[in-house]
């Protein structure tokens, strides 16, 4: 990559990212949406630690963006000289998952940002915007200059990796020992244990470097985390301009109010940001939970409420709820946005109060836009009350609208309509949404919601473990067919008997995990698959692992080797169409955890455990190839 690429503008010099990636498919897929949220920068990737050291030499990046997972041997040695080279770049790790109190008592002061991986697109894009973004204008906000000790534990938390810190400060020299991203031992002088670590941590700006571990490491501290936020709240009182309570800053602006609840931190203060520089008068609050937005609203009775729809205690459409029973907030107007498109639209139909959505991953742009617009709004809309009662159905739920799938799938022959006391329609109280979509009734029936989904899959390829044991499989749908057995005695009286089903789209969440799956009914019952238990081996491929390599068979021949998977549902929804005929159903996929067999007359029991993640959808939203890990 040529250094210092000029922009359109040739007096001014390109900017660029930095990826520190060795997986060449991961490489390629953050580099993919790089594209997207930071239009304006080039970014280059490099593979080791030297060749990201010489490409920041020539390219001066704004953004470091580093995967350590597997953990980098050099790793401190390698942010210590960027430190040096370039003190006012950014720095996002991607690695474990760093403990909630660490992030809370940090705030964005740190000097490295951080993400868990496997990564949410969403929770990327926001870190990617907000590092380059208003960010950088922000007072205490953490560059590379400010690295301490504390940001070099906490890389090596997330990497989980095994070092030992060497560490500077004048004449001062001190140890802290790292197993599994874990704190053992720490030494300065004469010290030990928690007191020497207490001490290192407290240096201010030590120098960094790290060697291998030799020999056994003494445990001298046990517990290094409480070690750890106690120094972050020490350092948080020496800097209170940049950890002002939120109660202060929104006193001094006369702007609308806003509440912002997502359980990511780093979309928040991305929104936060973005929606201050464009208005730098509204009054915005942020939470991280549905718990604690639910108290800021009554507090602040905001102007608007941006809800995620997944939060982690309860989800923004139970919160939309909460608020349209009280009198207090039931006009409060609600801005949505998820990634988790179909759920939020069904929300959305259902609910008064979510008056505008935006599907995560968004532009800056498009979100200052559509609050914008919403605030200058008129909304009217009643709230709820607990006297509202609505259509009972046979499996005496509460119907609610869902949109229709992203793509029609159509039925071989029309399917045979419905009695027509079975299940009523349900008249929309929701007077200023988009158009009507098909009616569906969501399912709580009181002898069970369970289903059994069967779907026969072709291998693609299989892996054995060194004792030859059956490893990761992956494979793709032998044909859209699928079976489907349900608990229901009343579900099975209201769905026709002689339907059979075809795979429809289905919902991922961020780690290609199915959230809810669609299945269209047909005209023909399930037909099993011919199986094929032979595996025709075309080519072998060792494959590298942390400790002994795996060996991975392709298939040959056109007589791929087939097995059917079955899975553990709940049936959530029946979709119908205008004339009361079964359209989709609706099930939710509550756990990844499956059974594969060769013998689908074998009981279930005997089928092998595995997990299961979707690799590849096709246009329509349908599984395309998936993998399976063996399970417990």
Not at 136 to 158: N, P, W, Y
Not at 243 to 254: C, D, G, L, Q
Not at 576 to 600: D, E, G, K, M
């Amino acid at each position: 990559m040529p250094a210092r690429r000029k922009s359109a503008n040739a007096d001014v010099p390109q900017r660029n990212i930095l990826l520190l990636e060795e997986y060449d498919s991961l490489a390629a897929a953050v580099s993919s949406a790089l594209k997207k949220f930071a239009p304006q920068h080039a970014a280059a990737v490099a593979r080791s630690l030297a060749e990201a050291e010489k490409l920041a030499a020539k390219l001066d990046p704004e953004l470091f963006i580093v995967d350590v997972d597997p953990p980098w041997a050099g790793l401190t040695n390698f942010l210590e000289k960027m430190r040096a080279a370039h003190p006012n770049a950014r720095a996002l790790i991607i690695g474990g998952a760093i403990p909630a109190e660490f992030a809370a008592e940090r705030g964005s002061s740190g000097a490295l940002q951080f993400i868990e991986k496997p990564f949410d697109l969403a929770a990327f894009g926001a870190a990617v915007q907000a590092l380059l973004g208003p960010w950088r204008d922000k007072e205490g906000r953490g560059t590379l200059g400010a690295l301490d000790a504390i940001d070099a534990v906490l890389s090596h938390f997330a990497a989980n990796s095994s070092v030992v810190l060497d560490l500077r400060s004048g004449t001062r020299t001190g140890e802290i020992h790292i197993a599994g991203g874990q704190v053992l031992h720490a030494v300065v002088g004469k010290l030990k244990g928690e007191d020497a670590l207490r001490e290192i941590l407290n240096w201010s700006k030590p120098r960094l470097g790290e060697k291998k571990i030799s020999g056994s490491t003494p445990r001298t501290i046990a517990s290094w985390q409480s070690i750890v936020v106690e120094a972050l709240r020490e350092t948080g009182e020496e800097v209170p301009e940049a950890r002002a309570p939120k109660a202060e800053i929104v006193s001094a602006r006369s702007g609308k109010k806003i509440v912002a609840i997502d359980d990511t931190e780093m979309l928040l203060i991305f929104v936060e940001d973005i929606l201050s520089t464009a208005d730098p008068e509204l009054q915005i609050t942020t939470a991280l939970s549905a718990t604690e937005g639910l108290r800021e609203i009554e507090r602040v009775i905001p102007d608007l409420v941006l809800l995620d729809y997944s939060l982690p205690d309860f989800n923004g459409d139970k919160l939309c709820e909460r608020l349209l029973k009280d009198e207090k907030t039931a006009r409060v107007p609600v801005l949505m946005m998820s990634g988790h498109v179909l759920e939020m639209n069904a929300a959305a139909a259902r609910l008064p109060n979510v008056v505008a959505k935006i599907e995560k991953p968004f532009l800056s742009d498009a979100l200052v836009d559509l609050v914008q617009q919403t605030l200058e709004a008129k909304h009217v809309f009643e709230r709820q009350t607990e006297k509202e009662t609505l259509v009972p159905t046979i499996f005496e739920s509460e119907p609610t609208p869902l949109p229709p799938p992203k793509q029609e799938i159509p039925l071989e022959r029309p399917t045979r309509p419905l009695p027509p006391t079975t299940l009523a329609p349900v008249e929309s109280h929701i007077e200023h949404h988009a158009p009507a979509a098909p009616t569906a009734i969501r399912v709580a029936p009181t002898d069970g919601n369970a289903a059994v989904l069967g779907i026969f899959l072709e291998v693609l390829s299989m892996q054995l473990t060194s004792q030859l044991q059956m490893g990761a499989i992956r494979a793709r749908p032998a044909s859209l067919t699928a079976s489907l057995r349900l608990q229901s005695a009343a579900a099975r009286s209201a769905i026709p008997a002689e339907l059979g089903f075809q795979l429809g789209p289905v919902k991922l969440n961020g780690e290609g995990r199915i959230s809810t799956m669609r299945l269209v009914p047909t005209s023909k019952p399930f037909q099993p698959a011919q199986m094929r238990t032979a595996f025709e081996i075309g080519g072998v491929a060792l494959i590298p692992n942390e400790t002994r390599a795996r060996v991975q068979l392709t298939p040959a021949g056109t007589t791929p080797m087939t097995m059917e998977l079955r899975a553990h549902l709940e049936l959530n929804a029946v979709e119908l169409t205008p004339n009361f005929q079964v359209a989709q159903l609706i099930l939710n996929w509550s756990t990844n955890a499956v059974r594969v067999t060769l013998n689908p007359k074998a009981p279930e029991q005997s089928a092998a455990k595995f997990e299961l993640r979707v690799l590849k959808l096709d246009e329509s939203g349908r599984i395309a190839e998936l993998l399976l890990q063996p399970g417990k």
